[in-house]
């Protein structure tokens, strides 16, 4: 409090330990500091130094730092080499335990070949590079190991046994080592996103999203925000409990904060209205072919795939359920639906339940292709199914303004009304009153 003092020429200005410690506000617990962790700081490190208590860390993000970790990193499965990974304090003993005795401890970020052994019957397992990396200078935070062995699937599994059987290490849980890194402080919570889309990227257009990400390409904007909206709540909560006692008038605090989250609302507003392009690069894009029957969609989804994907057939009504084809499109991926034909007179209750599949098809598809057999665009069958797709494609708008209504609310709902903080000056003499007696 006695870093918040009011200005006469310009809105309240918080020094950086006042909105580090601030905690109080209408029975709010505000946890500030602990919001670093999102900005690249570990969380361990906020507890080692002091600045936040253990008890402040939720129990999800407190790794067990007695255990040391270890699992395959590359793909299961034969291959030419395979790569195992230990981490934690117990990491280069375990590399010892499995060497010859009197082995010398690798040096530090070298390759060294060694031969690894069964710890209790002393058997060979295989000739392996091995690299250790000291912490805090590795990837999750801890002392790493790193075990390049031949990928012949009985070697891993001999190799993961012997490890399994020292005794402190246990089979790390899915993205254990990156919750260590980002515990650690080694990575950001943006990295760590980038780093499972970088893994799981199919396209060079994903690829390219997840690097610029890693590479901090949004980082520096919404540290930009979680700043400037920390300093905002914190001329709030100045002015609620100090505004009257200490003279701050509301014109000199409250309306620049005003605007300021609004300035705020509408640049992530602004970010946010990209037509989803980021998702549709990170998650692709739904193509459906809808048309009548035998029209020609299985032909065309053929000639897209490259194969025969779909059975083609004079027969109207062959495709019952919905093919599906992922294909790379310029760096896009892009899933591609062959559906059921449709058309107002069905033939059984499989042909309308293929039918209903397809609607649904159309309702979730991003792009939709209309597929018409050009030497019958006349008949009456294909101008009906024109009017259905209409009458789908009508459904599917009112649907999807439903959604977004629900997701955008009115801006004046998020930032006016601040006079709030008023009416409950006099409640809050009271709280304190009943708080003395």
């Given at each position: 409090?006695?870093?918040?003092?009011?200005?006469?020429?310009?809105?309240?200005?918080?020094?950086?330990?006042?909105?580090?410690?601030?905690?109080?506000?209408r029975g709010m617990c505000l946890r500030p500091k602990l919001g670093a962790r999102i900005c690249g700081v570990g969380v361990r490190a906020l507890v080692d130094s002091g600045r936040v208590t253990k008890d402040e860390v939720p129990d999800f993000m407190q790794p067990n730092v007695a255990d040391t970790i270890y699992a395959q990193s590359t793909a299961?499965?034969?291959?030419?080499?395979?790569?195992?990974?230990?981490?934690?304090?117990?990491?280069?003993?375990?590399?010892?335990?499995?060497?010859?005795?009197?082995?010398?401890?690798?040096?530090?970020?070298?390759?060294?070949?060694?031969?690894?052994?069964?710890?209790?019957?002393?058997?060979?397992?295989?000739?392996?590079?091995?690299?250790?990396?000291?912490?805090?200078?590795?990837?999750?935070?801890?002392?790493?190991?790193?075990?390049?062995?031949?990928?012949?699937?009985?070697?891993?599994?001999?190799?993961?046994?012997?490890?399994?059987?020292?005794?402190?290490?246990?089979?790390?849980?899915?993205?254990?080592?990156?919750?260590?890194?980002?515990?650690?402080?080694?990575?950001?919570?943006?990295?760590?996103?980038?780093?499972?889309?970088?893994?799981?990227?199919?396209?060079?257009?994903?690829?390219?999203?997840?690097?610029?990400?890693?590479?901090?390409?949004?980082?520096?904007?919404?540290?930009?925000?979680?700043?400037?909206?920390?300093?905002?709540?914190?001329?709030?909560?100045?002015?609620?409990?100090?505004?009257?006692?200490?003279?701050?008038?509301?014109?000199?605090?409250?309306?620049?904060?005003?605007?300021?989250?609004?300035?705020?609302?509408?640049?992530?507003?602004?970010?946010?209205?990209?037509?989803?392009?980021?998702?549709?690069?990170?998650?692709?894009?739904?193509?459906?072919?809808?048309?009548?029957?035998?029209?020609?969609?299985?032909?065309?989804?053929?000639?897209?795939?490259?194969?025969?994907?779909?059975?083609?057939?004079?027969?109207?009504?062959?495709?019952?359920?919905?093919?599906?084809?992922?294909?790379?499109?310029?760096?896009?991926?892009?899933?591609?639906?062959?559906?059921?034909?449709?058309?107002?007179?069905?033939?059984?209750?499989?042909?309308?339940?293929?039918?209903?599949?397809?609607?649904?098809?159309?309702?979730?598809?991003?792009?939709?292709?209309?597929?018409?057999?050009?030497?019958?665009?006349?008949?009456?069958?294909?101008?009906?199914?024109?009017?259905?797709?209409?009458?789908?494609?009508?459904?599917?708008?009112?649907?999807?303004?439903?959604?977004?209504?629900?997701?955008?609310?009115?801006?004046?709902?998020?930032?006016?009304?601040?006079?709030?903080?008023?009416?409950?000056?006099?409640?809050?003499?009271?709280?304190?009153?009943?708080?003395?007696?």
């Amino acid at each position: 409090a006695g870093a918040l003092r009011p200005l006469s020429a310009s809105p309240l200005r918080v020094a950086p330990c006042a909105v580090g410690v601030m905690r109080r506000s209408r029975g709010m617990c505000l946890r500030p500091k602990l919001g670093a962790r999102i900005c690249g700081v570990g969380v361990r490190a906020l507890v080692d130094s002091g600045r936040v208590t253990k008890d402040e860390v939720p129990d999800f993000m407190q790794p067990n730092v007695a255990d040391t970790i270890y699992a395959q990193s590359t793909a299961v499965g034969m291959g030419g080499i395979a790569v195992i990974r230990v981490s934690g304090p117990g990491a280069l003993e375990s590399l010892q335990r499995l060497s010859k005795p009197g082995a010398k401890v690798p040096k530090a970020r070298y390759a060294t070949l060694r031969t690894l052994i069964e710890p209790e019957t002393d058997l060979a397992l295989d000739q392996s590079l091995v690299l250790f990396f000291p912490g805090p200078k590795s990837f999750t935070g801890e002392d790493v190991v790193e075990i390049h062995c031949h990928g012949g699937i009985a070697i891993v599994t001999s190799v993961l046994e012997a490890l399994g059987s020292c005794p402190g290490l246990r089979l790390a849980q899915r993205g254990e080592f990156t919750k260590r890194a980002f515990l650690n402080g080694n990575m950001d919570l943006l990295e760590a996103e980038a780093l499972n889309d970088l893994i799981h990227a199919e396209t060079r257009g994903q690829q390219k999203q997840a690097m610029q990400q890693m590479a901090g390409a949004h980082k520096k904007l919404y540290q930009r925000w979680r700043t400037d909206l920390v300093v905002c709540l914190a001329h709030v909560n100045a002015f609620i409990d100090y505004g009257d006692n200490d003279g701050i008038e509301e014109h000199t605090v409250m309306v620049p904060t005003r605007e300021k989250v609004r300035s705020i609302l509408k640049e992530m507003r602004s970010h946010l209205s990209d037509g989803r392009r980021g998702e549709s690069i990170r998650s692709g894009l739904r193509c459906n072919l809808v048309g009548p029957p035998n029209a020609g969609k299985s032909s065309l989804l053929n000639v897209l795939a490259g194969r025969a994907a779909a059975i083609v057939s004079p027969v109207p009504g062959t495709t019952r359920d919905i093919v599906q084809v992922r294909l790379d499109v310029g760096g896009l991926p892009i899933t591609v639906d062959d559906t059921s034909g449709l058309r107002v007179a069905f033939s059984d209750d499989i042909e309308r339940e293929g039918m209903r599949r397809s609607a649904q098809s159309f309702r979730d598809a991003d792009l939709r292709v209309l597929v018409l057999d050009g030497s019958s665009l006349a008949v009456d069958d294909s101008l009906s199914v024109v009017k259905l797709l209409e009458a789908m494609q009508e459904e599917a708008e009112r649907e999807r303004e439903a959604e977004d209504d629900m997701m955008n609310q009115d801006e004046n709902d998020s930032v006016h009304n601040w006079g709030w903080s008023r009416q409950f000056t006099g409640n809050d003499e009271d709280e304190e009153d009943e708080e003395e007696e």
